[in-house]
């Protein structure tokens, strides 16, 4: 997949795609039912299957200081949307010209004159251009005008309602891991970097790679049956662990943190680059008088892990 900033001067081989346009937090099944359409129609067409997604998420431009909230990295992003087939991955700037351009001159400027769109797919809540006027109709009407194919995909959803990064925002808040992944299609995984902690964990015999949320959403806090991807480096692969979402108040710290313990694992992970899936909510977080009440709450939360992990199917789709 080739990655490509902007939609200024590219190369004849990174235009011309069939592609589908959104933010695509999270790539949850409304955003996949998108991607098949772009693939279905790049088939018929003999062109490459693309994806335009925004960078900086407009919700962060337009809310700066508006809490994290990302359920995906642009890396995790990235790498997902591989999985589906994406050949031309366009990240578009979202800044003050973009946000204050007109919807007429974001057709002709960035899908037209720069990207060189053949086939475009929304979804029908689409909206984009200053004041968010441009919508479907416009769309409609500028690709029959300029040649391009348009699809309009109606919002898709599930009993509990249409398939959004919101709804899913809410059930990780409240630790619902499998509400969550009945609209992701998969786990949601928090993702980074693994990173030098204070080693607490291998004095106690449970050696932890520790991540930053950074803008990620952070789920509710607690213990989880967790299943890693180390995604690089001689321990590339997949791992059942288990995680920790919270302050360690016991340590008296008041900072979110994450770290997962890999079970029957030896190495090094520094630096490596990680997904750490939430399989399983098991308990609240809490605050342990000694260490040792803490060591066996942790024995009794990694035998609980290793059973669900044991039975951890995804949700059935319909």
Not at 21 to 30: A, L, T
Not at 163 to 189: M, N, P, V, Y
Not at 239 to 255: L, Q, Y
Not at 294 to 303: G, K, N, R
Request: glycine residues 10%; hydrophobic residues 40%.
């Amino acid at each position: 997949m080739r990655r490509i900033h902007g939609y200024r001067d590219l190369d004849p081989d990174e235009r011309g795609s069939s592609a589908a346009i959104g933010n695509f937090d999270g790539v949850h099944r409304g955003h996949q039912v998108l991607l098949h359409d772009a693939l279905v129609a790049a088939k018929s067409l003999g062109a490459p299957l693309g994806a335009i997604t925004f960078d900086p998420h407009p919700r962060r431009f337009f809310l700066p200081d508006t809490p994290p909230f990302l359920l995906t990295t642009r890396q995790e992003k990235a790498r997902i949307l591989e999985d589906f087939g994406v050949a031309l991955l366009y990240r578009l700037d979202f800044n003050r010209a973009l946000a204050s351009m007109a919807p007429e001159d974001f057709v002709r400027d960035v899908l037209i004159e720069g990207l060189g769109i053949r086939h475009l797919v929304i979804g029908a809540d689409f909206r984009f251009g200053k004041d968010r006027r441009g919508d479907a109709a416009l769309l409609q009407a500028m690709s029959a005008t300029h040649g391009f194919g348009l699809t309009v995909h109606e919002m898709v959803g599930d009993e509990e309602g249409e398939f959004a990064s919101t709804a899913i925002r809410a059930q990780l808040r409240e630790g619902c891991c499998r509400d969550a992944a009945a609209k992701l299609g998969r786990w949601h995984a928090v993702t980074g970097t693994v990173q030098r902690g204070d080693q607490r964990g291998r004095t106690l015999g449970y050696p932890t790679a520790n991540l930053d949320f950074g803008e990620q959403l952070i789920p509710r806090y607690g213990v989880y049956a967790s299943r890693v991807t180390v995604h690089d480096g001689p321990h590339r692969g997949i791992h059942d662990g288990v995680a920790s979402i919270g302050e360690r108040p016991t340590f008296g710290e008041n900072r979110p943190n994450f770290e997962v313990h890999l079970f029957d694992f030896t190495g090094d992970l520094y630096g490596a680059e990680i997904s750490a899936s939430l399989v399983e909510w098991l308990r609240d977080e809490v605050n342990f008088t000694n260490l040792d009440a803490l060591i066996a709450q942790m024995d009794q939360d990694s035998i609980e892990a290793r059973a669900a992990l044991a039975s951890a199917n995804l949700p059935a789709q319909a």
